[in-house]
Nanobody, 116 residues
Framework: QVQLVESGGGLVQPGGSLRLSCAAS????????MAWYRQAPGKQRELVAS???????DYADSVKGRFTISKDNAKNTVNLQMNSLKPDDTAVYYC??????????WGQGTQVTVSS
C-alpha cells in the first residue's frame, strides 16, 4: 500500500506564495501520474495540476501561470509551487497517484488558507 504524505500548507495573505510537497513511500513516479487536487468547503474536489511519468504537465485554467507542479524521482516527492495566491485558492489540497488498471492512492490532505 503506497502512502502519500502532504506538507507545506498554511495561512498566507493574498498575493503570497506557498510550496506544497507530497512524499511517496515507494518509488512510483516512473509508473504513475501524480496530481494535486483541492476541495473547498461546499464544493466538489477538483483537479489542480498533474504530471505524468514522462514529465508532461497540465493545469486547471484557474491556476495556469501561477502554480507549477514538479517532481523529484530520486526523492519520491512531487511539489506544487503556488504563487500569487488568491482567496479562491483556499481549500484542502490532496496529493494523488493514478494509473489505468492500477490502484489509486490519496494523501490525507493539507489545508491552504489565503486570507488577509
Amino acid at each position: 500500500q503506497v502512502q502519500l504524505v502532504e506538507s507545506g500548507g498554511g495561512l498566507v495573505q493574498p498575493g503570497g506564495s506557498l510550496r506544497l510537497s507530497c512524499a511517496a513511500s515507494e518509488n512510483i513516479f516512473k509508473i504513475y501520474t501524480m496530481a494535486w487536487y483541492r476541495q473547498a468547503p461546499g464544493k466538489q474536489r477538483e483537479l489542480v495540476a498533474s504530471i505524468t511519468s514522462g514529465g508532461s504537465t497540465d493545469y486547471a485554467d484557474s491556476v495556469k501561470g501561477r502554480f507549477t507542479i514538479s517532481k523529484d524521482n530520486a526523492k519520491n516527492t512531487v511539489n506544487l509551487q503556488m504563487n500569487s495566491l488568491k482567496p479562491d485558492d483556499t481549500a484542502v489540497y490532496y496529493c494523488n497517484a493514478a494509473r489505468v488498471l492500477l490502484p489509486t492512492f490519496w494523501g490525507q490532505g493539507t489545508q491552504v488558507t489565503v486570507s488577509s
